[in-house]
């Protein structure tokens, strides 16, 4: 019997290897994105250049989504209404400058059905600051 994650990624019309299950159980069990590095950590004996491939096709099929942070790439989950052709990530991501976390606040969007002579591609929404559970620490 195939498991939920391997249906998953057929869904996405992606094969499910041992290392794109491992990368998208991990992912799948995350509050915050992860950076390349941060994923490579939580896999002893993985080589660097099969996760990053993983998390390239998850990229394409539309399974994660990447947050440009810097110079750091980080990567999360997308909602199950993105594809190939359709990424919807239109929210915002928000960085801790206390806990060093990138999560996604979808209750912060951009408007998908905007009413325009122009196509949007793409919009990266970033911000920083200091998240709830911080706030409350300083408190």
Wanted: charged share 30%; glycine share 2%; hydrophobic share 30%.
């Amino acid at each position: 019997m195939k498991t939920d994650i391997e249906n998953k990624l057929i869904d996405k019309n992606t094969k499910p290897t041992s290392m794109r299950i491992l990368v998208y159980d991990l992912l799948s069990s995350q509050e915050a994105a992860l950076s390349l590095s941060e994923i490579e950590n939580h896999f002893e004996n993985a080589d660097r250049t099969t996760i990053y491939r993983t998390l390239k096709t998850f990229e394409e099929k539309g399974i994660v989504h990447s947050i440009q942070e810097n110079t750091t790439t980080k990567y999360k989950l997308c909602d199950d209404g993105c594809d190939e052709s359709t990424h919807k990530d239109w929210h915002l991501h928000f960085y801790c400058k206390i806990c060093k976390q990138t999560t996604c606040k979808e209750d912060i969007s951009f408007p998908e059905n905007l009413q325009t002579n122009f196509r949007i591609d793409e919009i990266r929404l970033f911000a920083k600051g200091i998240c709830e559970s911080c706030l409350e620490s300083l408190q």
